[in-house]
C-alpha cells in the first residue's frame, strides 16, 4: 500500500539555523500539507500546496516558513531561522483531490513525522 | 472558526466489551469529519470519515462512527474492544470547500486485558 514518507526522522539543531524538512507525498496525490504537533498538543495546519503554489496557510506559518516542490516527488518544509518553540513533530500530509467535485478522494493520508529538536 | 472537542482524555475498556470514543464539533458550513488512530512516534493513521450520506460510516479495524447532526457529534464505537487497538485515537474535521483540517487533542483508549 502506498504511503507518505519523510526524511529525517529525528532532526536536532541549534536557534537560528535553517532546517528543510522532507517528504514524499503518494505519487498519485495532487494536493500537499503540513501539519506541526508540538509535544502534548494537538495537531495544527500549517499550509496546504497545490499546482505549485500555497493554497491555505494558518496564521503559524510565517514568513519563517516555506514550502517547495522542488522535483516531481518531493515536498519540503524550510524553516529559515528556527527558534525553540519551533521544536515539534512535523507531519507532511498528501491526498488526491481536496474535496470539490469528489469529497470521497480528498482523504489526507499521514507520514510517520519528523520531530524537531531547536536547542 | 472551527473546533473539535475530545472530552475524555483518556477511556479505559476491558477487552471484548464495547468501546465509544466522544467527539463533537463546531463549524460554519458542512462538516467532513475524520477519525485518525495515532500510535507512538508514528503518524496520524486514517480509521475513517463523514462526507455525506449515511450517519453511520464503517472504517477500518471493525470501527464505525455516528454522526449525529443535531448533537454535533461524531462518536466513534467498536462492538468488541481487543488489547491492540489500545492508542490514541483523534478526531478530525474540514468544511466543505477548504482544505485544513482541525484536530481534537485526541482520547488514549486503554484496553485491558
Known amino acids: 500500500e502506498p504511503e507518505v514518507t519523510q526524511t529525517p526522522s529525528h532532526q536536532v539543531t541549534q536557534m537560528g539555523q535553517e532546517v528543510i524538512l522532507r517528504c514524499v507525498p503518494i505519487s498519485n496525490h495532487l494536493y500537499f500539507y503540513w501539519y506541526r504537533q508540538i509535544l502534548g498538543q494537538k495537531v495544527e495546519f500549517l499550509v496546504s500546496f497545490y499546482n505549485n503554489e500555497i493554497s491555505e496557510k494558518s496564521e503559524i506559518f510565517d514568513d519563517q516558513f516555506s514550502v517547495e516542490r522542488p522535483d516531481g516527488s518531493n515536498f519540503t518544509l524550510k524553516i529559515r531561522s528556527t527558534k525553540l518553540e519551533d521544536s515539534a513533530m512535523y507531519f507532511c500530509?498528501?491526498?488526491?483531490?481536496?474535496?470539490?467535485?469528489?469529497?470521497?478522494?480528498?482523504?489526507?493520508?499521514f507520514g510517520p513525522g519528523t520531530r524537531l529538536l531547536v536547542l | 472558526a472551527q473546533s473539535v472537542a475530545q472530552p475524555e482524555d483518556q477511556v479505559n475498556v476491558a477487552e471484548g466489551n464495547p468501546l465509544t470514543v466522544k467527539c463533537t464539533y463546531s463549524?460554519?458550513?458542512?462538516?467532513?469529519l475524520f477519525w485518525y488512530v495515532q500510535y507512538p512516534n508514528r503518524g496520524l493513521q486514517f480509521l475513517l470519515k463523514y462526507i455525506t450520506g449515511d450517519n453511520l460510516v464503517k472504517g477500518s479495524y471493525g470501527f464505525e462512527a455516528e454522526f449525529n447532526k443535531s448533537q454535533t457529534s461524531f462518536h466513534l464505537k467498536k462492538p468488541s474492544a481487543l488489547v491492540s487497538d489500545s492508542a490514541l485515537y483523534v478526531c478530525a474535521v474540514r468544511v466543505g470547500g477548504y482544505q485544513k483540517v482541525t484536530f481534537g487533542i485526541g482520547t488514549k483508549l486503554q484496553v485491558i486485558p
Open positions: 463549524v460554519s458550513g458542512n462538516p467532513y
Open positions: 500530509a498528501s491526498s488526491q483531490t481536496s474535496g470539490g467535485a469528489n469529497p470521497y478522494q480528498e482523504t489526507q493520508y
